[in-house]
Nanobody, 122 residues
Framework: QVQVVESGGGLVQPGGSLRLSCAAS????????MGWYRQAPGKERELVAS????????????YYADSVRGRFTISRDNAKNTVYLQMNSLKPEDTAVYYC???????????WGQGTQVTVSS
């Protein structure tokens, strides 16, 4: 089992920045991919960004949705087993509950956090 805990959400003005954190614990050797989804009221959950890595070579691959590319950056701290989502130039349409998931590359995430609210409003 892997436990996933998110933090870092909040209220920010348009154009501002937030950094979300997602800490994984437990059987972390069983995962090699983590990512952030978001769900706004009345909308389907969408993949925002993901990162995957090779267990052996520690190479990483990243993915960004078109709507956030150039504004959001996903990164991983190996020592802390934590993935970050740096969100810059935030827009009101980025308002959503952000969920962190973890699992194996190429498959659906098996482990999920509880979600953290991000609200972009003046």
């Amino acid at each position: 089992q892997v436990q996933v805990v998110e933090s870092g959400g909040g209220l920010v003005q348009p154009g501002g920045s937030l950094r979300l954190s997602c800490a994984a614990s437990g059987s972390i050797r069983s995962i090699n991919a983590m990512g952030w989804y978001r769900q706004a009221p009345g909308k389907e959950r969408e993949l925002v960004a993901s990162i995957s890595w090779s267990i052996i070579w520690t190479a990483t691959n990243t993915y960004y949705a078109d709507s956030v590319r150039g504004r959001f950056t996903i990164s991983r701290d190996n020592a802390k087993n934590t993935v970050y989502l740096q969100m810059n130039s935030l827009k009101p349409e980025d308002t959503a509950v952000y969920y962190c998931g973890a699992g194996r590359q190429g498959g659906e995430y098996a482990y999920w956090g509880q979600g953290t609210q991000v609200t972009v409003s003046s």
